[in-house]
């Protein structure tokens, strides 16, 4: 099982990015999808997550508003559109999938390598 994020780069302050993470699962469908960062010297944090049909998502109140999980099952790939950056986002960015329906900040089984993400002020 492989989790591929991308793009990720240099930003400024009030711009915009969007992550992809095309995974390898079998049967990407029956994944809830989930987003994590870690800026240096902090633990890893939730962004958000979406559930396998993305009738539901769940986001950490430091995105709301500004952070859009949405996924396309066709392709195996789960997006997270970011938006208004600030420098406090600059960190590596994770995707990760859990077996199941379920929007949860934890127990996920399946992790990316993780992208860049610098948002300068």
């Known amino acids: 099982v492989q989790l591929q994020a991308s793009g990720g780069g240099l930003v400024q302050a009030g711009g915009s990015l969007r992550l992809s993470c095309a995974a390898s699962?079998?049967?990407?469908?029956?994944?809830?999808m989930g987003w994590f960062r870690q800026a240096p010297g902090k633990e890893r944090e939730f962004v958000g997550a979406i559930s396998r049909s993305s009738g539901y998502t769940y986001y950490a109140d430091s995105v709301k508003g500004r952070f859009t999980i949405s996924r396309d099952n066709a392709k195996n790939t789960v997006y997270l559109q970011m938006n208004s950056l600030q420098a406090e986002d600059t960190a590596v960015y994770y995707c990760a999938a859990r077996d199941g329906n379920v929007l949860t900040t934890r127990g996920y089984d399946y992790w990316g390598q993780g992208t860049q993400v610098t948002v300068s002020s």
């Open positions: 699962l079998r049967t990407f469908s029956r994944y809830s």
